[in-house]
């Protein structure tokens, strides 16, 4: 029998019943990574590689798990991550995810490629909520400019330009799924005339401008007066160009494992960034984020030592709504907090501002 609602007592716990409830193709967009998938289960079990320096009689009776992300007040250090084609997953699509980061309190990246229109994902949000937008780079600049100023006009609080996907990784899984049906807001966002043979990745994705380019940045800030952060950087020179070009933030992030396989995890990366930022005194210049493979809030809590301000979540909201709509989120979003609240009072920490390098010993990542 499938499990109900109640017997999820992890993330993971999802991702076993959406398995066995969505179907093949949505199974197969969703939990695929590129090539051998080497990254996909490198970016959560490096996580494996921290270990806690827990310090003891803290007081630790109340714990403060609130934050900022670029400005916003937020009540747990993460924030939905785009992750395209929400209606795969569920008929409602991504405003089920806007109603879960509601309740909870936390930001939601919109997808370029999302199934619901931006409108509409826009239209669900309620008194106050904040939403950021990931940004595809059309190959005809005059729509992109057209989606960045519209996202703005709509009161969207971050511009994250995706720039680990000049062109989409291949994903065999679902290649072979011969996905066929792309959701309604692809013709928007110039994802016509695709081929469908390839996956539904491949499929959306003819549009995105593989001439991209460190020159295009300035163009971006100049467009926009949202912050604009880079998403999908992987090395520390790349992101002191980042911060040379002027950017607000970056997201340490190998797109959950779909692109460059054997790419390192968003954390690795970010345990070779931060001494080098520490070093210039650049480490409050741009706010750093990690996504890719975090499950529990442990993995949170490590990367918020090592320097991020908070971390993307993707697939696990994604199955949690598949496989039990808002209710899932909900409770995914529940656990989470339920699981940072006792593992910060378990390593001795009353608020996130209190997490630091020593609460962590990273003798086993591969840089030492
Ligand atoms: C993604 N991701 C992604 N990123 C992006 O910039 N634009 C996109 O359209 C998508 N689409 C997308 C679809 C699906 C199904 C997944 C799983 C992921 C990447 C996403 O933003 C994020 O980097 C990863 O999902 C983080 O890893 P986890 O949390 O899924 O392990």
Redo the contacts with the bound molecule.
Sequence with gaps: RMPVLEQCYNLMDFEAVARRVMKKTAWA??SSGADDEITMRE??SAYHKIWFRPRILMDVENIDLSTTMLGTPVSIPFYV?????GKLGNPEGEVVLTRGAHKHNVIQ?I???ASCSFDEICDAKKDGQIQWL?L?VNKDRAITKRIVQHAEKRGCKGL?I?VD?PQLGRREKDMRSKFQDVGSNVQDTGGDNVDRSQGAARAISSFIDPSLNWKDIPWFLSITKMPVLL??VQRVEDVIKAIECGVHGVVL?N????QLDFARSGIEVLAEVMPVLRERAWENRIEIYV????RRATDMIKALCLGAKGV?????F?YAMSAYGLPGVDRAMQLLKDEMEMNMRLIGCSSVDQLNPTFVDTRGLSMH
């Design positions: 967009y969703y970016n959560h991550t785009a992750t395209a084609l990246m997808p370029t490629l990931q595809y994250f995706t996907a998403k999908g992030s797109h959950g494992g779909r996504d890719g493979g975090i993307g979540i993707g697939r696990p994604l």
